[in-house]
Each structure stands twice: as C-alpha cells, then as structure tokens.
C-alpha cells in the first residue's frame, strides 16, 4: 500500500468516526445561535452560557479543520475542494449543508436516485433557510428602514429569496444582509438545478431502460423464430434422408 492510500484510508476511517458528532455539534451550534437571536428576553446568565457553549462549538471545528488538512496529502487543493468544512470554522452553522456532499456519491447513481437526491437537497434547502432566515435577522432587526424585524418575516424573506421570486416586501438594506441574500440566492439556484439534473437523468435512464427491454424482448422472439426454423429443416432434411433409403429398396 503506498503513502498516499494509507494517507487516504486514515482520512476515511477519521471522517467515518468523527462526521456523526460534527453534525451534531453544528445543528447545537445553529439551535444555541437561534435562540440566542430571536430570544431577545433571554437571561443574562443563559446568554453567557449560550455564548460559552458557541466558542466551544467554534473550537471543536478548528480543531477539527486542523486535522482533516493534515491527513490531506494536497492540503491546499483539499481546503480548496472543501468549502463547507472551511465556512464551518468560520461559521459552525454551515456544517449542516455537508449533506449536499453526498449527492454525487456513488451511492446516489443507483436506482433511487431521485428519491435519495431530492430528500438531501430537501433537507440541505430547510437547513439552509433556518441558517439565513437567524443570520439576516440578526444583522436587520433595529437598522433603519429594516423591514425585516420578526423571525417570521426573516423566513418569509428566505422563502421567497431561495425560491427567486423575490416579492420585494421585505429588503436587506444592510451589507451583511445583502450579503446573506446572494448566498441564499446562488445556492437556491443551485439546489433546483441538482434537482432538475436528477429529475432528468432519471426520465433518461429509464427511457433507456424500456428502449433495452424492447430490444431485448425483439432479439428473443428472432432467437425463438430462428430455433424454430431449424427445427423445422431438421425435420425436413430427415424426412429428405429416410425417402432416399425407401427409393432404392422399392427398386
């Protein structure tokens, strides 16, 4: 086994050991900043407990980014190739959206892949507005002219932006909200066209599929006529033998 595969399998046998707990770290981390958020009533010592708990949270990430790139063998392209685990560090609530990872698994290319496909993007497309919906909440509520100052009119403004419809009711105006906008904007297009892409790659596959049946049912019923056939010129053929046995006795 070379280096590289030994490095590869470490990196394998980590990530299998450690992603389970990382998941749950990121969506404690993201239900920890939500209530911190939309709790504006909350407690002094809660809130330093939520904080402290969100730092921990932060640490664990760093420490785990730390690791992943040191049993990389090309530890910029991995950093590179891995833009969610490095947004994780930077924000621990983005880990959730690792889902959308496993979308070109092999595993997604069998025969349920619209179903697997649709129930991640699904999923990475909840968690993605609950991210964006506490995120630019945080950054408009209190600016002047914000017209985003609830929890419900933050996920009413992620719904309609993710979606592209963007009603024009409600507006960032601050750069940070703005900024959440776009992400939310070029990822929603992102998700409907993962989706588009499965969707079309089944109905392809599954046209394939019945033109293979068809074909295979036609080669099938030629075999059949073939055999038949064959068996017919045997029998004819020895019918042809034992008349020329009979002739020349009869003579």
Known sequence: MTTAERRQDREIAYADRVDGLMAI????FLVVFTAIVVWQDMPRGLRIACAVIQVII???FVADLCIRVALAEKKLRWLLTHPIDVL???WPAFRPLKILAV???RRFRAERQVTRTTQAVLVAAVLLIWVCSVAVLAAERGQPESSIETIGDAVWWA???IATVGYGDMVPVTPAGRGIGIVLMVVGLALVAIITASVASWFVSN????ADRADASRDRDQHDRIVELERKLDVLLKAQIEREKDGPTRG
């Open 25 to 28: 770290l990121s969506v404690l």
């Open 58 to 60: 932060w640490l664990v």
């Open 88 to 90: 994780a560090v930077l």
């Open 103 to 105: 979308i070109g698994d």
């Open 159 to 161: 719904f309609v932006t």
């Open 207 to 210: 046209t394939r599929g019945d």
